[in-house]
Nanobody, 124 residues
Framework: QVQLLESGGGLVQAGGSLRLSCAAS????????MGWFRQAPGKEREFVAA????????NYAHSVKGRFTISRDNAKNTVYLQMNSLKPEDTAVYYC?????????????????WGQGTQVTVSS
């Protein structure tokens, strides 16, 4: 069983930055792929970014590429999402997810464990 706890969300003006963190419990963290997804009001949950088990192949949604950076610290069982040049359309609840297979793809169904989410609001 893996538990995920996100933090770092908040209110920021357009053009600003935030860094989300996701702390994971469990001894197998380093073998899991980790992903970030988001869900805006009235919209489907969508893929944001993912990193495979060894951190060597980041995967980004087109809408965030060049602005967001995903990274992980396996010694701390933590994955991060650095978000720069934020836009109002980035406003959503952001979820951290873990995939046992370690691939780091963009399909939510591939991820077995999910956090509760953290709200990010970008004002114009």
């Amino acid at each position: 069983q893996v538990q995920l706890l996100e933090s770092g969300g908040g209110l920021v003006q357009a053009g600003g930055s935030l860094r989300l963190s996701c702390a994971a419990s469990g001894r197998s963290f380093s073998s899991y792929a980790m992903g970030w997804f988001r869900q805006a009001p009235g919209k489907e949950r969508e893929f944001v970014a993912a990193l495979n088990w060894n951190g060597g192949r980041p995967n980004y949604a087109h809408s965030v590429k060049g602005r967001f950076t995903i990274s992980r610290d396996n010694a701390k069982n933590t994955v991060y999402l650095q978000m720069n040049s934020l836009k109002p359309e980035d406003t959503a609840v952001y979820y951290c997810a873990a995939e046992v297979a370690g691939r780091g793809g963009g399909w939510a169904d591939e991820y077995e464990y999910w956090g509760q989410g953290t709200q990010v609001t970008v004002s114009s």
